[in-house]
């Protein structure tokens, strides 16, 4: 395909012309490039000089069967995205923005400002519009990675890439702490909490760890083999249907069943009319996820079961009277 049918005259345009065909096809010959642009080829060798000079790593091979290439080096070359792609960019940052992602906030930041800088008027208005009307409204999430460490992911991705025994200073339910080598392979996100999967020395064996029960992280030198073909995710999956219990729920709400519907529109549960409200019925083993529903719903209601679901309330309301109020406040 002739670069002309596609409207790009000016030489800037034409020298990102060739990085695209680069970047598409790994090497070309100055004179094939110089076809495609419709240009003689010591123009072509003006834009590859210009790249060179942009810092863009445009090596030259010589010879019968030269051809200009793109090598590996620091600095990346500019990226261009189309409308949906930039969209998907700047509404993926935004949500894990919104959702408190694990991550460095100023990094999310740093990359949303920079791909807004770069995207047409058109394009940037129709992503803050997407913005405005788009939140993301997930308390649990929230407050469940509020409690981790972002380095604490930072740490463990680099263990688990690098294939570097990890020390973990690991929390119990009831609070007891140990200390742990672990083989990690894999995190994996399920509703909302974060897991990492792998072999515990202490225990000889595979293991699977919370990551908000994380106390303290450090990677050593030591190396270890992965399993190939091991799956995380299955066995995560595995792992928490074994050791966690399931709790059939019910729960009355004092509320219209066509305003329980909007507030709680699932095929998960179900929703029963009363003459007193509504009926709420689930099968979950999360109850502290259940609990932040129930409160962000901000409507009366009664815990008919389990009885294992009042005590999780009052686990909570005992961690607010904690709170204290700030000098200023």
């Known amino acids: 395909m002739k670069f002309r049918e596609r409207n790009v005259y000016s030489p ?3 020298q990102l012309a060739v990085l695209e065909l680069l970047q598409t096809y790994g090497a070309m010959p100055g004179k094939e490039l110089a076809e495609r642009l419709e240009v003689d080829v010591r123009t072509v060798r003006r834009y590859i000089t210009a790249l060179q000079d942009m810092g863009i790593p445009v090596a030259a091979e010589r010879g019968p069967f030269g051809a200009y290439r793109l090598k590996r080096g620091a600095r990346l070359p500019p990226l261009i995205y189309n409308d949906s792609e930039a969209s998907a960019i700047v509404l993926g940052l935004t949500a894990m923005r919104q959702m408190n992602f694990p991550m460095d906030a100023v990094a999310i930041e740093s990359a949303l400002a920079k791909t807004k800088r770069v995207l047409p008027d058109r394009v940037f208005d129709y992503v803050n519009e997407l913005e405005d009307l788009i939140k993301v409204h997930n308390p649990a999430y929230q407050s469940i990675t509020q409690l981790m460490h972002s ?9 688990i890439r690098k294939r570097k025994t990890a020390v973990l200073r690991y929390a119990s339910k009831d609070g007891q702490q140990t200390e742990r080598e672990v083989d990690l392979y894999g995190l994996v996100l399920i509703t909302g909490q974060w897991y990492a999967a792998g072999y515990c020395h202490l225990r000889k064996g595979l293991r699977t760890f919370r990551l908000d029960r994380l106390v303290a ?3 050593t030198d030591r190396h270890f083999e992965r399993p190939q073909n091991f799956d995380v995710l299955n066995y995560v999956l595995e792992s928490r249907t074994q050791v966690q219990k399931s709790f059939d729920v019910e729960i009355v709400l004092d509320i219209s069943i066509e305003k329980a519907r909007s507030l709680l529109p699932s095929e998960m549960h179900s929703l029963i009319p009363l003459d007193e409200g509504v ?5 979950t083993s999360r109850l502290d996820w259940l609990a932040f ?3 962000n719903l901000n409507v009366p209601f009664r815990i008919e079961k389990p009885t294992e679901l009042y005590g999780v309330f009052q686990d909570l309301a005992e961690k607010a009277g904690r709170v204290k109020p700030g000098k200023n406040s």
């Open 12 to 14: 800037t345009l034409r």
């Open 151 to 159: 380095d604490f992911v930072m740490l463990l991705d680099h263990a």
């Open 217 to 219: 992280i450090t990677i």
């Open 279 to 283: 009926l709420y019925r689930q099968s």
């Open 293 to 295: 529903t129930l409160l």
